[in-house]
Every structure is written in C-alpha cells, then in structure tokens.
C-alpha cells in the first residue's frame, strides 16, 4: 500500500470506531485523511468495501497475533496470562472496540461475519481447544469444555469496557483511572480462571 491508502485506512478505522458504519461517510474519511472523497474511491471503491477491510485487519491481525504469540515451553499460567494481558493490551488501546463490533453485528451480522472471517476464528478456536485438552490430557487441569473456558476469559476481560462509564462512577468517580483498574482486573482474571481449573 502507498502513503495514501494508509492515511485513509488509519483515518478510516478512527472514525468507523467512533461513529459505526451508518455514522460514517466518504466524506468523514476523506477530510480526517486529508485527500478528496474520489481518491477515496479510487482506492477502496465503496464505503463497504473500506469497512470489510478495515473490519478484517483489525480481528485478522488479532487474531493472527494471538496464534503466533504461543509458546509450548510456557506454563498453564502463563498461557493463560499471556491471553488476558493480549485481550485487555489490545481493548485499552481502543477501549471502543467491543462496543463497535457489536454494533456492527447487530447491524449486519451476514457480512461482517464472513468466509475469512469465520476462518480466522474457528482458525483460533482450533488452537486454543488444542491447548486446553493437552493440559486436561496430562492431568494439570480439571475436564472443562475449552469453548466455555474461553467465552468465560473473553467475557470477563471485554466487560469492563463495555461497562466503564458505570464502573467508573460506581469505583471512583471522578477520581476514577483506568489503568490501575485494568491492571487489578488482570491478575483478578488470571487468579479467577486458574483457580477453576485446578483438580479438586
């Protein structure tokens, strides 16, 4: 990609984030990104077209990350570990992003979740469920259905989000900061989750 396009996808993932697609146009793009709304088009064609790219980038390199991210050496915590701080690392730096994949599913689910991306997370979900059942397989852990263990560590790291301007008022009000919150709820997380895992 040239400096242009690249202009246009960052100023594009922005304000898609913030606005969603129906609160989003061309012309939205094109002035955060400095250039004409044709050479919007010329590059990306539609608003669509820039959206499913843009939507694509963002869980593909996720989720591509998380894959690469693995290390068989590591211990059962430090897997688990490493997973929650890459959910919460990534949603802090775009605390929007939940919300704006709900939105965008609720909106039109068939074409936000489509071929490649359902690849990428049944591509993840493979993973993960292998993980799991060699640590229930070697004894380290109790039988547990990976899927649930893995809804239940994503619900508990994406929540907070999704709920943070009532979590903040309810905590701290206006002294409330985020940071030392999401680093308490990491460890809180981690704790959680191998604590209902060991063999009882």
Same mark, same amino acid.
């Given at each position: 990609?040239?400096?242009?396009? *690249?202009?246009?996808? !960052?100023?594009?993932?922005?304000?898609?984030?913030?606005?969603?697609?129906?609160?989003?146009?061309?012309? !939205?793009?094109?002035?955060?990104?400095?250039?004409?709304?044709?050479?919007?088009?010329?590059?990306?064609?539609?608003?669509?077209? *820039?959206?499913?790219?843009?939507?694509?980038?963002?869980?593909?390199?996720?989720?591509?990350?998380?894959?690469?991210?693995?290390?068989?050496?590591?211990? *059962?915590?430090?897997?688990? !570990? *490493?997973?929650?701080?890459?959910?919460?690392?990534?949603?802090?730096?775009?605390?929007?992003?939940?919300?704006?994949?709900?939105?965008?599913?609720?909106? !039109?689910?068939?074409?936000?979740?489509?071929?490649?991306?359902?690849?990428?997370?049944?591509?993840?979900?493979?993973?993960?469920?292998?993980?799991?059942?060699?640590?229930?397989?070697?004894?380290?852990?109790?039988?547990?259905?990976?899927?649930?263990?893995?809804?239940?560590?994503?619900?508990?790291?994406?929540?907070?989000?999704?709920?943070?301007?009532?979590?903040?008022?309810?905590?701290?009000?206006?002294?409330?900061?985020?940071?030392?919150?999401?680093?308490?709820?990491?460890?809180?997380?981690?704790?959680?989750?191998?604590?209902?895992?060991?063999?009882?």
């Amino acid at each position: 990609m040239n400096e242009i396009q *690249l202009k246009i996808i !960052d100023s594009a993932k922005s304000i898609f984030i913030k606005k969603g697609y129906e609160g989003t146009s061309i012309r !939205d793009i094109a002035t955060d990104a400095d250039v004409n709304i044709a050479m919007v088009n010329y590059y990306f064609r539609s608003k669509e077209n *820039l959206f499913q790219q843009i939507f694509m980038e963002i869980y593909g390199d996720l989720l591509q990350n998380a894959i690469e991210g693995k290390n068989e050496n590591l211990t *059962l915590r430090e897997k688990i !570990d *490493l997973l929650v701080s890459f959910i919460l690392e990534n949603v802090t730096k775009t605390p929007r992003l939940p919300l704006f994949v709900i939105e965008e599913i609720n909106r !039109d689910a068939e074409k936000v979740l489509n071929e490649e991306f359902i690849r990428g997370i049944t591509r993840f979900s493979e993973f993960f469920q292998r993980q799991i059942q060699e640590e229930i397989d070697a004894g380290s852990i109790r039988p547990v259905d990976p899927i649930d263990l893995f809804i239940n560590i994503v619900s508990m790291c994406i929540f907070p989000f999704l709920g943070l301007p009532v979590l903040g008022q309810v905590i701290g009000g206006n002294d409330f900061d985020v940071s030392p919150f999401i680093d308490h709820r990491k460890e809180q997380i981690i704790d959680f989750v191998i604590r209902s895992l060991q063999n009882i």
